[in-house]
């Protein structure tokens, strides 16, 4: 059986018919030399038109998004954390007016960005549309004809034999069939192509690309995101505006598009290490929650766990963080309660030693009756290590203590000015002093109770402290699409990469001596090994059916055709 050679490049152009046949291995558009475009709007319209749809345009659009992106995940985003921007603008007071101008403080939403992104979106659009078209073209098509000189493709082998022209036609067409080829039989030849795949997982990865930018911008328009904590046994959050602690979206985005539902937090749990080198360690951090979908929705329980968030249509709900809330209690001169409430604070380190404010806005009378707002500072030691210790050394309850720092006076809260609640404004508070002129500051274990000085009244640090848990609200109504498009560029590229679009020629014909020869000839888009492999199994079993015929020089029969070297190449 004759062996697989290869040609070169200017030995196929010298055949007429290799041009036929190896039209159309691929969809992609041909790169034209650029010229000087044609006189009017119209020449430099058309001429603008081909440049942009260029895959050499495309990949660099591509490029220069991805720079693009970079600047957006290095320098502070209005959209994500206004406060970073503000701290950045006050440290960087020279690079802060050049960002400005260029956009860099909101990356995805500037001009330049947005124009990049058109632009590539537009390239793609036009590049695929034609090939779709073309790659339809061709699949409703026929596989080109035999050409004349089958000897001039890089895979070729031929023999003669006895049976014939027909019959051995008639063989190679049922064998291509059976194998996955698209065959057909014209004239003295049979056509066959194979690996289409090829080319539709080509298209589906730039489709694919259509789709992740229409789900990056959808997502971008279109999201939400917002943050709420919540402590045990607080009533519910409703996913509407006046309920985040803190809430951004997209430019697109209105209050109506929330989803919504409605939670309440019923218990949370965290467990840690107790021993060795991971001592202190998450273990678990779970919350149970009772939700309920829409305004009638009948409540659900569930738990959700870190990395495991609820799912509400297009809403995911995350648990993010968790801290300890002690109840406190605060009582005037009198011994009325006037305060009762359990006051989250946040975590320093990763024992959660916290700190917070209380705030006493309404109902507090000094001892001379007059009223008076008050600020107390917390500091919270879930597990006090005794001695000097500041900072606690384990994050669950072993050995909680509180420690306090009381201020009378005006809170500033009545000014119109926002503050934030972890936070207390001394400007016009006043610090209460002990018996020896210090200010005065206590620690409290749970059930012990600070006496304010001169009859101020009393702070109580109540038994059963509660823990509190952060949630982020997320809403991206393209996640989906994205992720389908990921995957669909993923397995398109795949296809494109590793599946060869290849033909094959078998051609029978009766020679000058009246015994039939037989050519059988394949081509791929590129140079592998494959095709001639593929070609060699193939005119193995066809051989079997078609045998050899004896050479007219040498009455014995041939048992296998000979290696016949394709011509203008070396042979192997």
């Known amino acids: 059986m004759s062996k697989t050679t290869a040609d070169d490049s200017t030995g196929a152009a010298e055949d007429q018919g290799l041009g036929a046949a190896g039209s159309q291995l691929s969809t992609a558009p041909r790169e034209e030399l650029s010229g000087a475009p044609g006189m009017g709007v119209i020449g430099w319209a058309r001429w603008f038109w081909r440049q942009l749809t260029s895959m050499r345009v495309a990949l660099l659009l591509l490029l220069l998004l991805s720079l693009g992106a970079i600047p957006g995940s290095l320098i502070p985003q209005s959209g994500v954390d206004a406060t970073k921007v503000a701290d950045f603008r006050k440290s960087h007071t020279v690079l802060a007016p050049i960002y400005d101008k260029l956009g860099l403080f909101h990356v995805y939403s500037s001009v330049w960005f947005s124009a990049i992104y058109i632009l590539l979106f537009v390239s793609l659009v036009g590049c695929i549309v034609p090939r779709t078209w073309q790659f339809v073209g061709q699949l ?6 035999a050409p004349k000189r089958l000897t001039r493709l890089p895979a070729y082998t031929t023999w003669r034999t006895t049976a014939e022209p027909e019959r051995v036609r008639e063989a190679a067409l049922a064998l291509l069939k059976k194998h996955r080829f698209r065959a057909d039989l014209t004239g003295d030849a049979v056509a066959a192509e194979k690996g289409y795949v090829r080319e539709l997982g080509n298209l589906v990865f730039h489709i694919a690309l259509i789709v992740l930018l229409i789900a990056f911008a959808s997502g971008q328009l279109y999201k939400s995101d917002g943050t709420k904590l919540m402590v045990e046994g607080d009533p519910g959050f409703s996913n509407v505006l006046p309920m985040y602690d803190d809430f951004k979206s997209g430019s697109m985005f209105t209050p109506d598009d929330l989803v919504p539902f409605s939670f309440d937090l019923k218990d949370f749990k965290a467990t840690y290490e107790t021993s060795g080198p991971n001592r202190g360690t998450p273990r678990t951090f779970q919350a149970k929650i009772d939700y309920s979908k829409g305004a009638d929705g009948k409540a659900k329980s569930t738990t959700v766990k870190v990395n495991e968030p609820l799912k509400i249509d297009d809403s995911k709900v995350y648990l993010v963080s968790h801290g300890y809330a002690p109840v406190i209690t605060v009582r005037d001169g009198k011994g009325d309660v006037i305060y009762k409430e ?7 380190d990763g024992n959660v030693s916290s700190q917070g404010v209380i705030k006493v806005m309404d109902g507090y009378k000094n001892a001379q009756g007059v009223s008076e707002q008050l600020g107390i500072q917390a500091f919270f030691l879930p597990t006090y290590g005794g001695g000097s210790s500041v900072l606690s050394t384990f994050p669950a309850l072993n050995n ?4 306090l720092t009381p201020y009378h006076g005006d809170l500033g809260v ?8 972890y936070q207390l ?3 016009h508070m006043k610090d209460y002093k002990d ?38 609200i997320v809403q991206e109504p393209g996640s989906g699409w994205a992720l389908g498009g990921a995957l669909a560029a993923i397995f398109g590229l795949a296809a494109s990469l590793f599946i060869q679009r290849r033909r094959v020629w078998v051609r029978a014909v009766r020679g000058a001596d009246g015994v039939t020869v037989v050519e059988m000839a394949g081509l791929g888009r590129s140079e592998s090994a494959k095709v001639p492999e593929e070609l060699g199994d193939l005119a193995a079993i066809l051989y079997d059916q078609a045998p050899g015929a004896p050479d007219p020089d040498d009455p014995s029969p041939t048992p296998d055709p000979q290696v016949v070297p394709a011509e203008g190449a070396e042979q192997q």
């Not at 409703?140 to 004809?145: A, Y």
């Not at 359990?342 to 320093?348: G, I, Q």
């Open 435 to 472: 018996a020896k002129g210090k200010q005065f500051r206590d620690n409290l274990r749970p059930g012990q109770t600070m006496k304010l000085p001169g009859g101020a009244g009393s702070v109580t640090f109540e038994k059963g402290v509660k823990e509190w848990a952060g949630f982020e």
């Open 140 to 145: 409703r098509g026929r596989p080109p004809v």
């Open 414 to 421: 009545d000014a119109g000015i926002p503050q934030s609640v």
């Open 342 to 348: 359990a006051v989250p604070l946040l975590p320093l």
């Open 400 to 403: 909680p203590v509180l420690n």
């Open 425 to 427: 404004d001394k400007t």
